[in-house]
């Protein structure tokens, strides 16, 4: 490109409302030639990869090609029974009789066997998912190594975390995680239960198995006894004869309301525990003295991070009336910045959307949104001709009672509405079955601390949105669920104290 | 080179158009979140820019670098070793494009006039007391008015931080209306020393006052204090230009001056400046950099781009 062709091209309005593109960043890819993903993988059962009895593998996909990168073992009944078997054999034999500092050694390994192969992991986890090489990058992979050092940490400290108690280990763990962030869901589930002393029956989903596969050769490497991880693959099927095993002590689940009720229903009575980590439609609320470029950074992060299928997602924007006019500029010109496109490339902010179901359910809804009304504005970035893309979006004019305002989309898509006072701003952004998260933004102290102590969501983020630390505890309100991950809350769930 | 790159600015020069009240500036200073901002500016400087787009941003900082030299023993015979450097940076390839101004004291206009004679090379000189403006209103006004008739096409302002600082805006705001005014047609940038001025809410503030006092640049800083630009820094002026745009319909340019002294850096800036501003704003009329060595820097990855190996820093020249 010499520097005559600066001005021949056309130049855009300041903020960049249009698709026209001056410089044009060329692809800087990541390299995939150091990664090997297994044209099969196996079920990891009692420390070995083993065939499924079922005799059935499934495909697994690159959402953004559509290519298929590996198969996958389906995992049945009798694969789920002998999973259960050789953790319940671990934890009686093994785990929950070896010191408490022998368990930290182990996961400690782990975490640094992650860090050890964090490149390969970004690599796969991108391809797998779809996600942006650098959220992989800078988020997934080091926030899952950084939760197994945390909980490393706390392995032989229990009676430190709940003082003057007997801290025993539940059981046998069956824990079922969602395909958003893959490795990073793991992390959050296996790390506490090990370190209480738990053995672990996990089951990724079903359209992104492969980093929790890689994990498990981590494992392997890492020398954990046999059984007292393993890592079974399948549908909702698997997941159904896990959660309802009879010799699983406690149940884990991340994933949709509707799933999560199903499993409520299936063990009630029985005497396992319990924690749901369920949906959410997060209001993100900017009020007028806020910052506001930072606060459209953080709306833009709230909802379009990792194509918003995220479940504490800002997907509901209350902007006070007196600043929406700009805010709503701001948003206009900020989403045309996006660069969505190759996940792999260094430079992408907005990858592929995870699955076609997943697509197909995000283009209903807004469908529905244009249907009820409320005004559309899209990206209009190139997208690419194969694999599962959807533009970022969000619409104005949302009332409360329209599905888009109501429903989780776990999409790129936000539904913007409006508020006069704080007030309503409050009774607007509670007035949902879901609790997860919320956003405020305000230069205002005493604002920030009287909105978080009223909002019924289990985090809540002032000036910033979607922070995530080991220490710090996540989990719902209402439908989004119960039980605590992370921090010294997230240890609860897989002890039982005495 | 093309025409529209290199020609001196269009003088702006109307006060009573676009003048506003300082009433209005400080209406619009709202508050900036520390943590955010710095959190955007990292993650834009996380771009990877490669081949063709590399090469074509580097080139891009070549031809909006305002090549300086502000030193008490600055004389003649240094100034105008420079000005050869600004017209053609590396005598081996001629496809790197000459830069957009020299900047000098004002007793060092008058050489550097004569050496840029016949090209497009803007003549910018720094006024009213730099670095530290402790001087008085009469005097900077004086000074300005001697070095535009010397021959200066820019000048570069300091504000006065002690009256910023103690909350006297309307001092600042009508002393850079008077230098705007000195200026005649002569383009004025306005430093605002933001390592002076503690945080990103003043920052924002300083640049409103600025540009509705008639500023048709705002710049970061003087090089002279210990924080010089940064990129949080400068996505904050950034932001404050598009909002002033977004008003008044009027572009303001920008310039980071001091401690940009890598290619890398400097790419990162123009990452910065293209994802807030867009394609508008990529021209040396309206994005300058302030700096001495990072030419040299540019002009090495720009030789091993074209060559693919790194050269001896014995290769380029020192000026």
């Given at each position: 490109m010499s520097t005559t062709e600066i001005e021949t091209r056309e130049r855009l309005q300041p903020g960049a409302a249009s698709s026209a593109v001056l410089w044009e960043y060329a692809p800087s890819l990541e390299a995939t030639d150091h990664v090997k993903v297994e044209s099969r993988y196996n079920l990891f059962i009692g420390g070995k990869f083993v065939e499924p009895h079922s005799k059935k593998w499934f495909p697994t996909l690159n959402p953004a090609t559509e290519d298929v990168l590996s198969e996958i073992a389906e995992a049945d009944a009798e694969d789920v029974n002998r999973a259960v078997r050789e953790a319940r054999q671990a934890y009686d034999k093994v785990w929950r009789k070896i010191s408490p500092s022998e368990r930290a050694k182990y996961i400690f390994r782990i975490a640094r066997l992650i860090q050890e192969k964090s490149r390969a992991l970004a690599v796969v986890e991108t391809m797998n998912g779809g996600k942006p090489i650098k959220e992989s990058r800078d988020i997934d992979i080091p926030l899952a190594a950084a939760h197994f050092f945390y909980y490393a940490g706390w392995a032989d400290k229990l009676e430190y975390a709940f003082p003057n108690r007997n801290v025993a280990p539940v059981g046998v763990a069956g824990q079922i995680i969602p395909w958003n962030f893959p490795l990073l869901m793991a992390a959050w589930k296996l790390a506490p239960a090990l370190a209480a002393g738990n053995t672990v029956v996990l089951k990724p989903a079903e359209t992104t198995p492969i980093t929790a596969l890689m994990l498990a050769q981590i494992i392997q490497e890492a020398e954990l006894?046999?059984?007292?991880v393993n890592i079974i693959t399948g549908a909702g099927a698997t997941g159904a004869a896990l959660v309802s095993h009879d010799d699983v002590d406690k149940v884990a689940f991340t994933g949709s309301t509707d799933v999560g009720k199903r499993i409520q229903r299936a063990i009630a009575g029985t005497k396992k525990k319990l924690t749901l980590e369920l949906g959410g439609k997060a209001p993100n609320i900017v009020f007028e003295d806020a910052p506001i470029d930072q606060a459209v950074e953080g709306i833009i992060n709230g909802i379009y991070f990792n194509q918003g299928h995220v479940c504490c997602a800002g997907s509901r924007l209350f902007v006070q009336e007196s600043v929406v006019e700009p805010v709503i500029r701001k948003l206009r010109e900020r989403i045309q910045t996006l660069r969505v496109g190759n996940?792999?490339?260094?430079?992408?902010?907005v990858g592929a959307i995870n699955s076609r179901a997943q697509l197909e359910k995000i283009q209903e809804l807004v469908d529905c949104g244009v249907e009820e009304g409320a005004e559309i504005f899209q990206s209009s970035c190139a997208l690419p001709a194969r694999g599962y893309w959807f533009a970022p979006t969000f619409f104005t004019g949302v009332s409360q009672s329209s599905r888009i305002a109501q429903e989780e989309i776990f999409g790129p898509v936000l539904s913007v509405l409006t508020f006069r006072t704080p007030e309503e701003a409050l009774e607007k952004a509670n007035n949902t079955p879901y609790g997860l998260s919320a956003g405020v933004w305000t230069e205002k102290g005493s604002r920030i601390l009287k909105m978080a102590s009223k909002l019924r969501a289990g985090v809540v983020w002032a000036n910033t949105y979607n922070k995530f630390d080991p220490t710090s505890p996540f989990g719902g309100f209402k439908e989004s669920g119960f039980g605590r991950e992370g921090g010294l809350h997230g240890l609860a769930p897989y002890v039982v104290l005495s | 080179m093309s025409e529209s790159l290199t020609s001196h600015p269009q003088s702006s020069y109307a006060p009573a158009l676009y003048r506003r009240s300082l009433a209005e500036a400080l209406e619009m200073a709202h508050g900036v979140d520390a943590v955010a901002a710095e959190e955007r500016a990292a993650s834009l400087a996380k771009r990877s820019l490669k081949k063709d787009s590399k090469v074509w941003g580097l080139k891009l900082a070549v031809s909006m670098i305002d090549l300086t030299t502000l030193e008490g023993r600055d004389t003649r015979g240094k100034v105008v070793a420079l000005c050869n450097k600004a017209i053609r940076p590396d005598p081996s390839d001629p496809a790197v494009p000459h830069v957009a101004a020299v900047c000098v004291y004002p007793t060092m206009v008058p050489f550097v006039k004569t050496a840029l004679k016949g090209t497009n090379i803007n003549v910018a000189a720094v006024a009213t007391g730099f670095p530290s403006g402790q001087t008085f209103t009469s005097i900077k006004v004086q000074e300005t008015r001697e070095t535009v008739a010397a021959g200066a096409d820019e000048i570069d302002m300091v504000i006065d931080r002690g009256a910023f600082l103690s909350g006297n805006y309307q001092k600042v705001f009508e002393e850079i209306a008077e230098v705007k005014e000195a200026c005649g047609p002569a383009h004025l940038k306005v430093i605002l020393e933001t390592g002076e001025l503690a945080n990103y809410d003043q920052i924002r503030r300083a640049s409103l006052i600025a540009m509705y006092a008639g500023a048709d640049f705002i710049k970061t800083s003087t090089g002279k204090v210990g924080v010089n630009a940064t990129l949080p820094i400068t996505l904050v002026m950034l932001e404050a230009i598009r909002d002033f745009y977004h008003v008044t319909g009027k572009k303001i340019g920008m310039k980071p001056a001091g401690g940009i002294s890598n290619a890398k850096l400097a790419l990162a800036y123009l990452v910065l400046l293209y994802e807030t501003l867009g394609s508008e704003w990529m021209n040396p009329d309206m994005f300058r950099l302030g700096a001495s060595t990072l030419l040299n820097d540019i002009l090495m990855q720009l030789k091993k781009e074209r060559t693919g190996a790194y050269q001896s820093a014995d290769y380029f020249t020192m000026d």
């Open positions: 006894p046999p059984g007292v996940p792999l490339d260094k430079n992408t902010d | -």
